[in-house]
T-cell receptor, first 114, second 110 residues
Framework: KAGVTQTPRYLIKTRGQQVTLSCSPI?????VSWYQQTPGQGLQFLFE???????NKGNFPGRFSGRQFSNSRSEMNVSTLELGDSALYLC?????????????FGPGTRLLVL | GEDVEQSLFLSVREGDSSVINCTYT??????LYWYKQEPGAGLQLLTY?????DMKQDQRLTVLLNKKDKHLSLRIADTQTGDSAIYFC??????????FGQGTTLQVKP
């Protein structure tokens, strides 16, 4: 079974631009969650999607948005990029976003904002 | 509240045992997890413990849970250089989010 894939793996953008990151979950998984990892703040929950609906959201500004398609693939978008958005963005998939379900993580997309 | 705390760095010699500690605040969690992140990779679930257990052993890994003190630890026996990584403890908060500690960087010296 193929794992969680994220594209692109690396990205360089400049301040003010926008970016779209993609996450393809493991086949059969309907939940996709997103996390931002930075040296200062650690791993922070961004949002979670299940069956094309956002069910939970972390404490991030509205510049961070996401969506999920009918095939469970998910994208996240960051508009008006700031230097502080430089981070590793990880997505995870599972059958359900619940304690008893293992979350499988992708390798991440490393975003550098100049 | 949603808070998970860990020490940031641990250095051990190859063959020694490593103990990584974690404290958490949400006592409603049913499961507590340990994830491993190797350089350039995503997170991999190492092990978990059910909240009604005190201890779980899985090969070289031993997880201890003290619910009263909200303290979780991960012991790695016979630590190898391949164990060098960042280790995260995590729990599902009562708001339904998977919350991680800051991560403990384990350095294993040959």
């Amino acid at each position: 079974k193929a794992g969680v894939t994220q594209t692109p793996r690396y990205l360089i953008k400049t301040r003010g631009q926008q970016v779209t990151l993609s996450c393809s979950p493991i086949s059969g998984h309907r939940s996709v969650s997103w996390y931002q990892q930075t040296p200062g703040q650690g791993l922070q929950f961004l949002f979670e999607y299940f069956s094309e609906t956002q069910r939970n959201k972390g404490n991030f500004p509205g510049r961070f948005s996401g969506r999920q398609f009918s095939n469970s693939r998910s994208e996240m978008n960051v508009s008006t990029l700031e230097l502080g958005d430089s981070a590793l963005y990880l997505c995870a998939s599972s059958r359900q976003y619940r304690e008893e379900e293992t979350q499988y993580f992708g390798p991440g997309t490393r975003l550098l904002v100049l | 509240g949603e808070d998970v705390e860990q020490s940031l760095f641990l250095s051990v010699r190859e063959g020694d045992s490593s103990v990584i500690n974690c404290t958490y605040t949400d006592s409603s969690s049913t499961y507590l997890y340990w994830y491993k992140q190797e350089p350039g990779a995503g997170l991999q679930l190492l092990t978990y413990i059910f909240s009604n257990m005190d201890m779980k052993q899985d090969q070289r890994l031993t997880v201890l849970l003290n619910k009263k003190d909200k303290h979780l630890s991960l012991r790695i026996a016979d630590t190898q250089t391949g164990d060098s990584a960042i280790y995260f403890c995590a729990e599902f908060s009562n708001t339904g989010k998977l919350i991680f500690g800051q991560g403990t960087t384990l350095q294993v010296k040959p």
